[in-house]
């Protein structure tokens, strides 16, 4: 009889009580910030949000080595698991996923008596924040539901094969350094009041628009939701600081769609360390 575990990494936001709830395990990247060191999760949202935004500094975070990972997938095999699925943050964005995959040649190398009694799969999830652990949580479910590593893993690359998120920026500073807006153009927004609206699909960054002006980003995402989202699919939001922006955006989401948002996930420290304490967007399936 299979044993399924679960797991993925902190940029996928998912709420801690969810962790607990599916059983989920989370690996978390370490964060530096000025001199303080720590891990993602330590902190409470606003409370690192405020650290954020009132630190001259900005954050840095590493990767999950491949050391890390061939210790968890010992330490699952030692507990029974048959199947363990691991979802990436964005190979794109992070030298993480590569890791996960080196340990995997490791482990049996150095475990060859795992062979043919454990299955490791470690999947690239090509995008940031909900966008992964939407599927993960409902992933979960199945498994609870009993369905197989190999149906959970056809849903995880279907959903993730389509999945696109597009959020607003509140701010430029942390988008510029990251560099999903370059310098100049975020100076040049920064002058005329600009907010860019990015696009982020099989781990690559793109600007949809810039709208002028904090007040115009909402309606721009619900435009951009209702012209690509597949129809009558779920879809969930995204936001950091502010939760009237969320709140918002789920009223005009539901009023354009004719239905609510299924979740909304807050931000971490990872995906705030790159965009910002100050966003909102929304992610689906998209129609291509």
């Not at 960054?205 to 129809?231: F, L, N, Q």
């Not at 420290?269 to 965009?275: D, H, K, S």
């Amino acid at each position: 009889m299979s044993k399924i575990k679960l797991m993925t990494d902190s940029a996928s936001d998912i709420p801690k009580e969810l962790e607990a709830k599916y059983d989920i395990r989370i690996l978390c990247f370490p964060i530096t910030l000025g001199e303080k060191s720590f891990y993602d999760r330590d902190y409470d949202y606003v409370e690192y949000y405020d650290m954020l935004i009132n630190s001259k500094d900005f954050p840095t975070h590493a990767q999950i080595t491949a050391f890390e990972f061939e210790e968890i997938y010992k330490e699952y095999y030692e507990q029974g698991y048959t199947d363990l699925i691991y979802v990436a943050i964005a190979s794109l964005g992070s030298n993480t996923y590569n890791n996960a995959v080196m340990a995997v040649d490791t482990f049996f190398e150095n475990t060859p008596e795992a062979k043919d009694k454990y299955n490791i799969h470690v999947i690239d999830s090509g995008n940031y924040t909900g966008v992964y652990g939407y599927p993960l949580i409902q992933s979960a479910i199945k498994i609870s539901k009993g369905a197989s590593a190999e149906e959970v893993i056809a849903y995880m690359k279907d959903w993730l094969s389509c999945a696109e998120v597009h959020f607003g920026c509140y701010t430029l500073e942390f988008v510029k350094r990251s560099g999903r807006v370059s310098t100049a153009a975020a100076f040049v927004g920064e002058m005329l009041g600009l907010r860019p609206v990015i696009k982020i699909k099989g781990g690559v960054s793109t600007t949809d628009a810039k709208v002028r002006g904090d007040k115009a980003i909402i309606p721009k995402i619900v435009e951009i939701t209702a012209d690509r989202i597949i129809p009558q699919t779920p879809y969930c939001l995204v936001y950091a600081y502010d939760e009237s922006q969320e709140k918002e955006l789920a009223k005009e989401l539901t009023k354009k769609l004719g239905y609510p948002p299924e979740m909304s996930f807050r931000i971490g420290g990872v995906i705030a360390a790159n965009a910002g304490p100050k966003l909102v967007g929304a992610f689906f399936k998209a129609k291509d």
